[in-house]
């Protein structure tokens, strides 16, 4: 079933811009591990904030991916960036009125 991920993470202030960088480098990896979809994004009334949206092929997809040495190292050179105020959400998705 697929898997879906929202979260926000809190950045420490001014560095925003550079997470986003990070998370929006190309990742053919991404895509060969099962991820359908992963949308970045910012709103400026939060300017220490970055939105995330994940699709993926299953929950399994998406905890595997998180041991591919490229992603660890995204989260790796991520975290002196954020501030630790995150949240998510995760669920699995049970259909769309854009598709069959």
Not at 35 to 48: I, S
Not at 73 to 87: D, K, R, V
Request: one cysteine or more; hydrophobic letters at 40%; aromatic letters at 6%.
């Amino acid at each position: 079933m697929t898997f879906a991920y929202v979260g926000t993470l809190g950045t420490k202030p001014g560095k925003r811009d550079d997470v986003v960088a990070l998370l929006t480098r190309r990742s053919s990896e991404l895509a060969d591990a099962g991820c359908l979809l992963y949308e970045v994004g910012v709103n400026d009334d939060e300017p220490d904030s970055v939105f995330v949206s994940e699709l993926w092929e299953s929950a399994e997809a998406h905890r595997a991916s998180l041991q591919l040495d490229s992603v660890r190292a995204t989260i790796a050179e991520a975290m002196p960036l954020l501030s630790g105020q995150n949240s998510g959400s995760s669920f699995a998705v049970v259909g769309s009125p854009l598709r069959d």
